[in-house]
């Protein structure tokens, strides 16, 4: 399988999707936003995941007409939820190449124009690394996309090493996302526990919202309620599902 000559032809022949995950505010089960997350059904090969061809789409430089594409359908989707009565907060991931496409601000406008998605409604995902590769940059680049309005967030928080305070000095983050890796020893490790409640209180301080990462169990969810984190999004509210079964019937735990 050529996953780049198969990727070029992936949006034109219909093989991608989104899904969406629910992001939960741990003190009362409402749905705080909702996070895309890219699929592509290959009409050989069937499903194959974004750990495989995120990256190669990244290295060919594909990403970024996918991650266009990726932008204006869920701007598009989430128009329509809200249009619907569902309002709530949309999270796309950026990759670090789109960070560094100098016509990221311009795509996202569109996007948001097209749609009709008030921009607040907008929440942009970039890695703790992707800022730390060029810092500068990064700084630029999001300064021209929060003019617009957007929010951002922090993905996969506390892998990179980086603190949080710099972080906050180099942009405006509304949106720290701690990584599953410390969520997954929260409730039998005593490192975790602090590193995890380390990262929510600098968050508070901040001003930001914690959203805890990859969360499975209600013991996991009941120890990140108690340290306060304020939204959750994991396997034990929901799997990442097609747009139409989002709000189908109570598939959302709370
Ligand atoms: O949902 P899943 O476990 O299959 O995703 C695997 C990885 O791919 C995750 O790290 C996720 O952040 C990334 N990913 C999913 N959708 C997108 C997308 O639309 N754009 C980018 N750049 N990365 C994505
Ligand atoms: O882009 P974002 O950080 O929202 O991506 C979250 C990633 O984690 C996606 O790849 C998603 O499929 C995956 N994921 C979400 N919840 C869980 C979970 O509870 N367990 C595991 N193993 N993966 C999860
Ligand atoms: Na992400």
């Not at 999270?91 to 100098?102: D, R, T």
């Amino acid at each position: 399988l050529d996953i780049e000559a198969g990727l070029r032809e992936a949006i034109a022949a219909g093989q991608l999707e989104l899904h969406y995950q629910p992001e939960v505010r741990l003190a009362d089960g409402a749905l705080y936003g909702m996070a895309a997350l890219l699929r592509w059904t290959h009409p050989v090969h069937g499903a194959i995941s974004p750990a495989t061809f995120i990256p190669i789409a990244e290295q060919s430089g594909l990403i970024v007409p996918i991650g266009e594409w990726v932008l204006k359908t869920a701007c598009r989707q989430a128009a329509d939820w809200r249009a619907r009565g569902h309002d709530f907060v949309i999270a796309v991931n950026l990759s670090p190449l789109q960070l560094s496409s100098p016509s990221l601000a311009r795509v996202v406008d569109d996007a948001l124009r097209d749609s009709g998605l008030p921009a607040s409604a907008l929440c942009l995902e970039i890695t703790e690394s992707a800022i730390m590769e060029d810092p500068e940059a990064a700084r630029r680049v999001l300064r021209a996309l929060t003019a617009l309005g957007v929010r951002l967030a922090i993905d996969d928080f506390g892998v990179g090493y980086s603190s949080l305070s710099k972080l906050k000095h180099l942009l405006p983050v509304d949106v720290i996302k701690i990584d599953k890796s410390f969520v997954d020893g929260i409730t039998d490790g005593a490192d975790d526990h602090a590193i995890v409640a380390a990262i929510v209180s600098l968050t508070h301080e901040l001003g930001a919202t914690a959203v805890a990462e990859g969360v499975e169990t209600a013991e996991q969810a009941a120890a990140l309620r108690a340290l306060d984190c304020h939204v959750a999004q994991g396997y034990h509210f929901s799997r990442p599902l097609p747009a139409y079964r989002c709000f189908s019937q109570s598939e959302i735990r709370s």
